[in-house]
């Protein structure tokens, strides 16, 4: 276990040879106390005590004869996965919406009717129409975003006839994650100014 080190398990090493039992019980205290100093990480660790003399005897092989505060770990149960937390996740039916924004959606249908309910309507339909334009650089129309909340919802949703988006700037540009849009801009820039002052250092050497 590297997070010891090769004199962790010198030390080990050395106490196994310890022919008296007692002698090598007391000698096996010492080389954890040595461990917790090297790997004081492990304090943050649940039952933290029980995992440095499980270490130790990992670092034995597990063939350590020795009066231990906790039972020797056998091979099964270092060797052992935890078990598979089963989770239930419906398919998505949106890939370019995500998942998010189903929740969202069942949070609002469960909302009573009112101004309140209109407003988180609004600006869902104004976050997913950002998210639509990120996967599809094409113009979308409000009707298709709010058609999209309703069929996402199964129904349970009815965007009221008064919502009304408000229009998206010429100069908006919208980018996937991980992407910046000033990347290739940036560059143009940077092209620019190398090729504008190679020409004034070209004509002061004229």
Not at 17 to 37: G, L, Y
Not at 49 to 72: T, V
Not at 129 to 151: G, H, P
Request: proline share 5%.
């Amino acid at each position: 276990m590297p997070e010891y080190g090769r004199n962790v398990l010198r030390m080990v090493e050395q106490l196994k040879e310890i022919e008296d039992r007692d002698k090598r019980s007391e000698q096996a205290r010492a080389v954890v106390k040595v461990m917790e100093t090297l790997n004081p990480q492990v304090h943050q660790q649940e039952n933290f005590e029980q995992k440095l003399w499980d270490h130790l005897f990992l670092i034995a092989g597990l063939d350590l004869d020795i009066d231990a505060p906790f039972p020797k770990p056998t091979a099964e149960q270092l060797q052992s996965r935890p078990e598979i937390i089963p989770l239930k996740k419906k398919p998505v039916k949106a890939a370019h919406y995500g998942r998010n924004i189903e929740s969202i959606i069942d949070l609002i249908a469960g909302e009573n009717d009112g101004e309140v309910k209109t407003a988180m309507i609004r600006s869902l339909a104004i976050y997913m129409r950002q998210q639509y334009l990120i996967w599809n650089k094409d113009s979308v129309a409000d009707e298709t975003i709010f058609s999209d909340i309703e069929q996402l919802s199964d129904g349970r949703i009815k965007v009221p006839e008064e919502i009304s988006l408000t229009r998206i700037s010429e100069n908006a540009s919208f980018a996937r994650p991980g992407m910046s849009v000033n990347v290739g801009q940036a560059a143009q820039n940077k092209q620019g100014w190398g090729r504008k002052n190679f020409g004034k250092k070209g004509n002061r050497r004229k």
